[in-house]
């Protein structure tokens, strides 16, 4: 698998936990908007994707692994821009938002501050 996309998780709002744990990860690079930063998982060191995201792509964060199955229609790019997409884990019913990407995977567990998330492709 070739890497499309990395970076550094720097910080995890104080709100993002619960939310990680329910399946839902907002990612948001720096500088994350005051606003978003309780419920987002900040991350750092990101140059723009290779190439866009597509269904089977693998997203790794942290230690667990992810199958992307959809992406909203500006999900790639608001990852490109901002570093910032909403990553519905398991959540089949969850409505295809422009900036979602749904995957399925392992339940979440809120990964560490230095920990890595990254996108892969064939």
Do not use: C
């Amino acid at each position: 698998m070739t890497t499309i996309w990395n970076a550094t998780v720097s910080r995890i709002g104080g709100d993002a936990a619960d939310m990680i744990e329910e399946g839902v990860i907002i990612l948001f690079g720096e500088p994350v908007p005051p606003a978003l930063f309780d419920v987002s998982v900040v991350h750092e060191g990101a140059e723009s994707p290779t190439r866009e995201v597509a269904a089977g792509d693998v997203i790794t964060f942290g230690e667990q692994t992810f199958e992307v199955t959809a992406l909203g229609d500006k999900a790639n790019a608001n990852l490109a821009e901002l570093g910032h997409v909403v990553l519905y884990v398991n959540q089949p019913d969850q409505e295809l938002l422009p900036g979602a990407i749904l995957a399925t995977g392992p339940d979440v567990i809120v990964p560490a501050v230095g920990a890595s998330i990254s996108v892969a492709g064939a």
